[in-house]
């Protein structure tokens, strides 16, 4: 009763947010849909008689369809970027073999005496399609659209990965934070969603099938649907007005992005709370219009978005731009990191750092204290002599970057029993049951303070500094010359206490934004 009545006041307090995202998640889904039905009928109805073709449009399909979503995801970001595009081909991709495959095998199964009948009426190859062969088939057809569709609901929580939006935002925030209020709040729109469009489409199918197929008609007469009439009559209307909204949705999207900043963050709370901060700061200081793309991914996926532009601004954090991104070797002057990494970034990318907020926010190593005092372990030199014993559990971008694990490993000479790659809420969750014994930290997660974990001194000082700094691109300050000014003025004001607490506090189940703005207003820099 406990957890049903915390759901409830979750929702309760976030229902604005989750309306959003349900919006959001329709008008991607429909897209998608749309794009679908418009791709897939055609080309199942062309494959119809082409045994070689059909052959090969079918295996094609199938296997577009089993590339694992997370990896065509990977192949199209660089095409289109991040954002909706990708996140809608990627639908599109999967949602094509019930429907082209339905619309061939609803079009190849007629009856061949009927198909003997309509010639006999003197009816040519194309009327006998459209006037026998296509009503005939519609049953099939409809029950491959409404597969895609319902499937295409749930595929497009992947979306928000890649800062489309859509509820699985919250399912991927609620993961990152051990939040089951939050999963639930992005998962049960999503069933009711997939619910709701099945029915349509149910509906949908009553109107388009002919006279005699329609699954309300039995032997028992039923009393007439009027608004199963009325969509009858004006069925061709209401496909102009489905065509116009959704134009007229590309459109305004379009336009509107032109003359607004938009913000991105990579996959973590820290990042999320930043970005949403520095949203509110424009949004409230200037004219300008400003649009968040957070809970994006790793370092590479909202840097490569930067440089697309796909996103104006995000912070990123200065051992960070040393070394992985440019590949240099750690340095332990924060100073000369900052200007080596200004240096490069304005002259490669046409990028400015801004200046440093003020905190450090370097890796460390985190293990249960028990486990630690089991295995006399206080450095990260400790930790190499036992480390064949023990399991580490990281996330997937650390157990891959230089100045991450593979970094770590050559300097101190690790050696672990296992790793294994989470994400970056997991790996709390895996270190708590024991599953890992070690796992790679933020020095200023809040979730270390709240589990009472103990961090490892790094002695032989491999992680270089990782002052966070927002990075923007430098048409954007000459576009929007407020920002500058305006952000800088936060310079030094986040100390890692400061950043430990709200980042603490969106573990605990808050939300970020409220998390960020209450920060602004205690430094006086919002009303």
Not at 45 to 70: H, N
Request: proline content about 3%; some cysteine.
């Amino acid at each position: 009763m406990d957890s049903i009545n915390s759901f409830i006041s979750f929702v309760i307090e976030r229902k604005g947010q989750i309306g959003d995202l349900l919006l959001q998640h329709i008008e991607l889904t429909l897209m998608a849909v749309a794009i679908s039905i418009i791709i897939g009928v055609p080309l199942g109805i062309f494959i119809v008689g082409r045994k070689k073709i059909s052959g090969f449009i079918l295996g094609l399909a199938s296997v577009m369809q089993s590339i694992p979503s997370i990896a065509l995801l990977g192949f199209l970001i660089p095409v289109f970027g991040i954002g909706a595009k990708p996140a809608i081909v990627m639908v599109v991709v999967y949602s094509l073999l019930p429907i082209i495959k339905n619309t061939f095998t609803g079009l190849n199964n007629i009856d061949e005496s009927i198909i003997e009948a309509g010639k006999g009426l003197g009816l040519t190859k194309s009327q006998i399609l459209l006037k026998v062969r296509f009503p005939l088939a519609m049953p099939v057809i409809m029950s491959g659209i409404r597969i895609s569709s319902v499937t295409a609901v749930g595929l497009m929580t992947i979306a928000a990965f890649i800062g489309a939006g859509g509820l699985g935002f919250l399912v991927f925030s609620g993961i990152q934070t051990l939040s089951n209020n939050m999963i639930l709040a992005g998962a049960i729109p999503a069933c009711i969603l997939a619910l709701a469009l099945d029915f349509v489409l149910g509906k949908v199918e009553e109107v388009v099938l002919p006279r005699g197929m329609s699954s309300a008609s039995s032997t028992k007469k039923r009393k007439p649907n009027k608004i199963l009439i009325l969509a009858k009559k004006y069925r061709i209307a209401l496909i102009a007005l489905i065509v116009v909204v959704i134009a007229s949705s590309v459109g305004y999207n379009y336009y509107n992005n032109r003359n607004t900043i938009v913000i991105g963050s990579k996959n973590f709370n820290e990042q999320i709370i930043l970005g949403n901060m520095i949203g509110t700061l424009i949004e409230d200081n200037t004219d300008y219009k400003v649009k968040e793309k957070l809970n994006l991914g790793g370092t590479s996926v909202v840097f490569n978005a930067l440089k697309s532009g796909d996103v104006d601004l995000y912070v990123e954090y200065t051992g960070t731009g040393l070394v992985d991104i440019m590949k240099q070797k750690s340095i332990g002057d924060s100073d000369k990191v900052y200007d080596k990494v200004q240096a490069y970034f304005n002259k490669e990318y046409g990028l400015e750092w801004l200046k440093p907020l003020g905190f450090n926010n370097t890796y460390v190593l985190a293990m249960k204290k028990e486990q630690a005092s089991k295995y006399n372990i206080d450095s990260i030199s400790d930790l190499a002599k036992v480390s064949n014993q023990l399991t580490i559990g990281s996330t997937m971008e650390f157990l891959n970057r230089v100045d991450g694990y593979p970094g770590l490993q050559k300097t101190y000479g690790l050696n672990f029993k296992a790793s294994k790659g989470l994400d970056s809420g997991l790996r709390y969750k895996a270190l708590a049951s024991n599953e890992t014994q070690v796992a790679d930290a933020f020095s200023t997660d809040g979730i270390l303070q709240k589990m009472d974990l103990k961090t490892l001194k790094d002695d032989k000082h491999f992680f270089p500094p990782y002052y966070a700094v927002p990075l923007v691109k430098q048409s954007t300050l000459n576009k929007f010359p407020k920002i500058k000014p305006l952000i800088e003025k936060l310079q030094g004001k986040i100390t890692d206490e400061d950043m430990r607490k709200m980042n603490l506090k969106v573990d605990n189940g808050a939300d970020p934004k409220v998390v960020g703005d209450a920060f602004l207003k205690s430094i006086k820099m919002i009303k």
